[in-house]
């Protein structure tokens, strides 16, 4: 359900809708259905979508959107693969892993410019923790095996000179109760996920971060700089088929993130459903402070961005031989820039 816009969220949510020509502003007078599916829908890794949806935006253009929540990143590819689905809000990285298996799927808005996913220790174990090599045969919670959060566990992990094998993965899905309850009960030793759980965790003292994707220079230390992560992303077929639903996907969340750059956190509050603050506004807030600057200028993909991404993957993935040509394929910035074009008419 939509909850209502106050004045204050209203006037936020109109300039952004400023940005657009009027007659691009005129709702639909038919609605159309798009299902999406998607991992741990109340973290901050789908804050853009989840705005466009919570403000009102998709409604007002005539989209009406089908939440299909997974426990897993890898869950919601799936969804998608299997037509269950028509649109992933997920890691980019899964587009390229679809590719190497002859699946044309294309992102079409980018989200985040990091992947926003943060590695830390529980508080017990790092209490006895001397050096990084003390991290083998800990037990590392992630979402799921082939989830962006494994990723980057096994990326930041090779960096330290650690071996993935030397850590047991174990699964925990996208419940926040399970991710919660596994560190306090002591199921695992460390975690790798998203906000604002770890943030929660870290400043309930039950976790140290010690590694994270967060901001812009974090990532520059794990990848080299900004990384396409958090996007939209659909099979090809959808995208020549129903153009004009992935042309309001793109619109909503580019207007979402022009609404997150001026958002006051009276804003932020009205506008994100109060079971995602996990009971505690402040820490939220915090968490979101924490990653503001990760989330994408206008939504486009860049050249950096892209081959940051690609050589992660390639870090992962050593067996498959495709190059740097595969990524003209696994994206469009098409749907971006009518929303520039319509802004600047």
Not at 211 to 231: E, I, N, P, W, Y
Not at 302 to 328: C, H, I, P, Q, Y
Request: hydrophobic share 45%; with cysteine.
């Amino acid at each position: 359900m939509i909850q209502k816009v106050h004045r204050r969220d209203f006037s936020a949510w109109a300039m952004a809708s400023m940005l657009l020509a009027p007659t691009a502003l005129m709702a639909s007078p038919v609605q159309q259905r798009v299902s999406i599916a998607l991992a741990a829908k109340g973290s901050l890794f789908h804050l853009p979508v989840m705005l466009a949806d919570q403000l009102g935006i998709f409604k007002h253009d005539g989209i009406q959107i089908d939440w299909i929540e997974c426990e897993s990143g890898l869950q919601a590819v799936n969804a998608a693969v299997s037509g269950n689905a028509d649109v992933v809000s997920g890691a980019f990285e899964h587009i390229l892993d679809l590719q190497a298996r002859g699946l044309n799927f294309r992102a079409f808005v980018m989200q985040s410019r990091t992947p926003q996913i943060s590695l830390g220790v529980s508080h017990r174990r790092a209490q006895a923790m001397k050096s990084i090599s003390d991290l083998k045969s800990l037990k590392m919670g992630v979402s799921s095996m082939g989830s962006a959060t494994h990723w980057v566990a096994q990326h930041w992990m090779r960096q330290s000179g650690v071996s993935p094998e030397a850590v047991q993965f174990v699964e925990l899905g996208g419940s926040t109760s399970a991710v919660m309850e596994a560190i306090k009960m002591g199921s695992i030793d460390s975690l790798c996920y998203v906000d604002p759980i770890v943030h929660y965790l870290e400043q309930k003292g039950d976790l140290r971060v010690i590694a994270d994707t967060r901001t812009l220079s974090t990532s520059q230390r794990m990848f080299g700089g900004a990384m396409v992560s958090s996007c939209l992303f659909a099979k090809d077929d959808f995208l020549k088929k129903r153009p004009e639903a992935a042309q309001i996907l793109a619109q909503g969340v580019v207007r979402a993130l022009h609404w997150l750059k001026t958002a006051g956190p009276t804003d932020i509050l009205r506008s994100v459903p109060s079971p995602y603050w996990m009971g505690d506004r402040a820490v939220y807030l915090g968490a979101l402070d924490k990653v503001r600057d990760s989330y994408s200028f206008e939504g486009a993909f860049s050249k950096e961005a892209l081959e940051n991404a690609w050589r992660a993957r390639a870090n992962r993935v050593t067996t498959d031989r495709s190059n740097f040509t595969t990524l003209g394929q696994s994206y469009t910035n098409e749907f971006v820039k009518m929303v520039k074009r319509k802004s600047n008419a």
